[in-house]
């Protein structure tokens, strides 16, 4: 039985541990996001009393378009940044933030009208539950990823945050993709399948 030598330049680089610990939270968030989606269909059209998600929603296609394009403005953050050129990646990071703050208004607004015009709350009705539930675990992952995209973005200003960080912003940039793209899947349920 012959030993094969493995040569020197054939060596296994572990993955960032970053990207894998980032990777496995947003594998355990999709799994309690699936269980809220399933809970909202399941029990939609079942209310026993109203407003109905008919009566009451009103598509947010502007607010989505806003949290849609942070992913293409953080995107492009990170590739700047990765090359160097801190004031284009300040400026589309700013864009990120600005963008997904405009998200978080629109849902307030819509909250507020629901609230306050249609007597929507938690404890409405079955749709009143879920839609809450759902809707408002997305919102608290956006408030969650504006805090660290707000958070570099000052440490940026200071000017401490240098190339040696490029990885780390990826990171943040998967959790941020991450939560656009559970927007799409509540948008779709909530707002299209769910009226």
């Known amino acids: 039985m012959s ?3 493995i040569p020197a330049s054939a060596t296994w680089n572990l993955p960032n541990r ?4 980032m990777a496995c939270l947003i594998i355990a968030e999709s799994a309690i996001f699936t269980i809220f989606v399933v809970a909202y269909l399941f029990y939609v059209g079942k209310s ?16 989505t378009i ?9 995107h492009f953050a990170t590739k700047l940044f990765a090359s160097g050129n801190q004031s284009g990646f300040r400026a589309l990071w700013f864009g990120t933030i600005l963008l997904g703050g405009l998200f978080l208004f629109g849902t307030a607004r819509e909250w507020h009208k629901l609230i306050y015009e249609h007597g929507l709350t938690i404890s409405t009705n079955l749709f009143g539950t879920t839609y809450y539930s759902l809707v408002g675990l997305h919102g608290l992952h ?3 990823g504006l805090l660290m995209l707000t958070a570099v973005f000052l440490f940026s200003l200071g000017g401490y945050v240098g190339r040696q960080h490029s990885e ?3 990171v943040l940039s998967m959790y941020w993709h991450f939560v656009d793209a559970i927007w799409v899947v509540v948008f779709t349920v909530v707002y299209i399948v769910g009226r």
């Open 3 to 5: 030993s094969t030598a």
């Open 18 to 21: 970053g990207k894998v610990g």
């Open 48 to 63: 026993l009393s109203g407003p109905t998600p008919r009566q009451v929603l009103e598509v947010p296609i502007f607010y």
């Open 66 to 74: 806003c949290l849609l394009s942070s992913s293409i403005t953080v």
């Open 142 to 144: 956006v408030c969650v």
């Open 168 to 170: 780390r912003l990826e």
